[in-house]
T-cell receptor
Framework: KAGVTQTPRYLIKTRGQQVTLSCSPISGHRSVSWYQQTPGQGLQFLFEYFSETQRNKGNFPGRFSGRQFSNSRSEMNVSTLELGDSALYLC??????????????FGEGSWLTVV | GENVEQHPSTLSVQEGDSAVIKCTYSDSASNYFPWYKQELGKGPQLIIDIRSNVGEKKDQRIAVTLNKTAKHFSLHITETQPEDSAVYFCAASSGYGGSQGNLIFGKGTKLSVKP
């Protein structure tokens, strides 16, 4: 069974640009959540999607957005990139919502560098 | 909201010794406590988890204990090996609906096992 797949793995963007990251969950998993990981702040929850609806959102500005498609694949978008957005962005999937106590499984992440 | 404190931030042990990492949480409603291992350049990998209806869980050399009264849980690794070297994260989820249904992570513990 394939794990969580994230693309691209590495990317460099210029301040002010926007970026879209993609995530394919484990087959059969219907929930996808996104996290930002930085050395200073650690792992921070961005949002969770289940059945194409955002179910939960962390404390990030509106520049961070996401969506989920009918096949459970998800994308997250960051607009007007800032230097501080440089981070490892992790996608995780679970059978059901995190709020129901479902275990989440992470992908390898997308390394974003903003210059 | 939930807050998770993790200690120590770094831990160095000799091969064969035991390692213990402790986490405390603030939300008494939290009921799910996973532990993740993250190797360099990779996404976090679930190694063990525990739910609030049990006090201890073991899987070979790894065990997790939970003290609901004191609101803390610990990861125990016995007979450590060099391949156990990684960053370990604890997390807590208050679960069951609404904006509380996300995972809050500790800051991580960098474990080094010296041969």
């Amino acid at each position: 069974k394939a794990g969580v797949t994230q693309t691209p793995r590495y990317l460099i963007k210029t301040r002010g640009q926007q970026v879209t990251l993609s995530c394919s969950p484990i087959s059969g998993h219907r929930s996808v959540s996104w996290y930002q990981q930085t050395p200073g702040q650690g792992l921070q929850f961005l949002f969770e999607y289940f059945s194409e609806t955002q179910r939960n959102k962390g404390n990030f500005p509106g520049r961070f957005s996401g969506r989920q498609f009918s096949n459970s694949r998800s994308e997250m978008n960051v607009s007007t990139l800032e230097l501080g957005d440089s981070a490892l962005y992790l996608c995780a999937s679970s059978l059901g919502q995190i709020s129901s106590g479902n275990t989440i499984y992470f992908g390898e992440g997308s390394w974003l560098t903003v210059v | 909201g939930e807050n998770v404190e993790q200690h120590p931030s770094t831990l160095s042990v000799q091969e064969g010794d035991s390692a213990v990492i402790k986490c405390t949480y603030s939300d008494s409603a939290s009921n799910y406590f996973p532990w993740y291992k993250q190797e360099l350049g990779k996404g976090p990998q679930l190694i063990i988890d525990i739910r609030s209806n049990v006090g201890e869980k073991k899987d070979q050399r790894i065990a997790v204990t939970l003290n609901k009264t004191a609101k803390h849980f610990s990861l125990h690794i016995t007979e450590t090996q060099p391949e156990d070297s990684a960053v370990y994260f604890c997390a807590a989820s208050s679960g069951y609906g609404g904006s509380q249904g996300n995972l809050i992570f500790g800051k991580g513990t960098k474990l080094s096992v010296k041969p």
